[in-house]
C-alpha cells in the first residue's frame, strides 16, 4: 500500500493552502474530498479580504493582518505555479455603517486599513450609480482592502497542486481516523485506507464527523464544528466595471468582478447541512441590493446559491495538534477561511514539522473547548 508523509482531510482552499506548503517542504501529500476538490465552502464564497477590526473576533486581528498581506505573493506564487489567472482587485471597500458617534476614535484607533469618514474622492464620484439618498456620505468609510474570486483561487490552486506532485482523492469521505501504537497512521473512507502519520483535519463544515476508528480505544477529540448557511446570487452588469469598490451595508454587501459579474449577498443562518436557496430570500438579497443601486435592475441574474461556512462556538478556528500524536486540525474558519488561508498554511506546516509557530496558538487550539 502507498504510503505519503502526510493526508489532509479536505480539499478547500484551507487544504489546499497546506497541501502545497507542506509539499514545498518535502512531503508526500495527499488529499482526501468527500466530493470534488474546492467546491463547498470555498466555492460558495464572496472573496472579500476583510481585515476590518471591528468586525472581527480581537483574537483574530493580528492573524488576520499578516494574511491579508501576504494576499498579493500568495496570488502571484499560485498564477505562476497554475498557468491560471486569478482575480485579485485592489479598489478598496466602501463601508457604509449605521450612524455611531464613537466609530471614528474606535476604527482609526484599530485599524490601519481604514480612514474613517474620509472617501478619496466623493461618493458621487467613485460610485456615480449608488442612490446617496439611501446611502448617506456622511456614514461611508474608505477601507484599504483587497478581494479575490474564490472560484478563480481554488482552480489554481488545485492546479498548482498537482503540478508540483500532490496527490488527490475525489469522492471519498473520509470516515475515521487509523490509529497504531496509539499514533495516527492514516485514514479510513468509505472506499479504502491510506497511510500516513499526519492527519490535518481540515473539513471544514463536516470536520465534527471524521472519528476514531471503531477497532481502537484512542480518546479522539470533539470538533466543536457546525455548518452555517450564507445565501447569495451573482448577476451580469451591463458593462465591466459598473461598480469598481466593493460595497458593504449592514443589509447587503456587493462584490465586483473583473469580467462583469458581481456577487450581491449574503445570508447567515443556522440550518444544518441544507444547501438549498430559498427564492424568497435571494429575492430579499436582490431588492436589497436594488435599493441602494437602482440601475442594477438591468443586471441579468446569473446564477444563485448557498454554501455551508464552518461555524464554531466562539467564531475562532481551531488550528494545531490534537492528544492524539500526529493528528493535527485546522477548521472553523466561519467567514474568514478565503483570507486567513496563506496564514493557516504557514502556520499550520510549521507546527507539523516541528517548528516554532510564528503566532501563539493559544486562543485557537481544541483544548479550550476540553476545559
Known amino acids: 500500500m502507498k504510503h505519503w508523509d502526510a493526508i489532509i482531510i479536505g480539499a478547500g482552499i484551507i487544504g489546499l493552502s497546506l497541501a ?14 468527500k466530493g470534488e476538490p474546492g467546491r463547498e465552502a470555498s466555492w460558495a464564497a464572496g472573496g472579500m479580504l476583510a481585515d476590518f477590526p471591528l468586525e472581527l473576533p480581537s483574537a483574530l486581528h493580528e492573524l488576520a493582518a499578516v494574511s491579508a498581506g501576504m494576499y498579493p505573493e500568495f496570488v ?5 505555479a497554475s498557468q491560471m489567472k486569478i482575480d485579485l482587485r485592489s479598489q478598496g471597500t466602501i463601508l457604509f455603517t449605521n450612524p455611531n458617534p464613537n466609530f471614528s476614535n474606535q476604527a482609526s484607533a484599530t485599524s490601519a486599513s481604514i ?8 461618493l458621487s464620484e467613485l460610485e456615480p450609480i449608488l442612490a446617496t439618498e439611501k446611502l448617506s456620505p456622511m456614514n461611508a468609510h474608505f477601507l484599504r482592502e483587497r478581494s479575490v474570486d474564490p472560484r478563480d483561487l481554488v482552480s489554481a490552486a488545485i492546479a498548482a497542486a498537482k503540478r508540483r506532485g500532490v496527490d488527490f482523492s475525489s469522492g471519498d469521505q473520509v470516515l475515521s481516523i487509523e490509529v497504531d501504537s496509539g499514533k495516527t497512521s492514516g485514514v479510513c473512507t468509505n472506499k479504502t485506507t491510506f497511510a500516513a502519520p499526519v492527519v490535518v483535519n481540515c473539513a471544514g463544515a463536516w470536520s465534527s464527523q471524521v472519528r476514531a ?21 451573482c448577476v451580469v452588469t451591463p458593462q465591466k466595471e459598473f461598480i469598481h469598490h466593493v460595497i458593504r451595508t449592514p443589509d447587503v454587501y456587493l462584490i465586483p468582478r473583473s469580467d462583469g459579474r458581481l456577487l450581491i449577498g449574503a445570508t447567515q443562518e443556522e440550518a444544518g447541512f441544507d444547501k438549498q436557496t430559498v427564492p424568497a430570500t435571494i429575492q430579499k438579497l436582490h431588492h436589497s441590493a436594488l435599493d441602494i443601486a437602482p440601475a442594477l435592475a438591468g443586471a441579468r441574474i446569473l446564477e444563485a446559491w448557498a454554501g455551508l461556512r464552518p461555524g464554531t462556538p466562539d467564531n475562532l478556528p481551531i488550528l494545531g495538534p490534537t492528544e492524539l500524536p500526529g493528528y493535527f486540525v485546522a477548521t472553523g474558519h466561519f467567514r474568514d477561511g478565503i483570507l486567513l488561508a496563506p496564514i493557516t498554511a504557514q502556520i499550520m506546516a510549521q507546527v507539523i514539522t516541528g517548528e516554532t509557530p510564528a503566532f501563539d496558538l493559544a486562543a485557537f487550539t481544541i483544548a479550550r473547548f476540553q476545559k
Open 20 to 33: 502545497i506548503e507542506l509539499n514545498r517542504r518535502g512531503m508526500r501529500v495527499l488529499v482526501v474530498d
Open 76 to 80: 502571484r506564487e499560485l498564477e505562476d
Open 115 to 122: 480612514d474613517p469618514h474620509s472617501l478619496p474622492a466623493s
Open 213 to 233: 476508528h471503531a477497532d481502537t480505544s484512542s480518546a479522539m477529540p470533539t470538533l466543536p464544528t457546525r455548518p452555517v448557511k450564507g445565501q447569495m446570487l
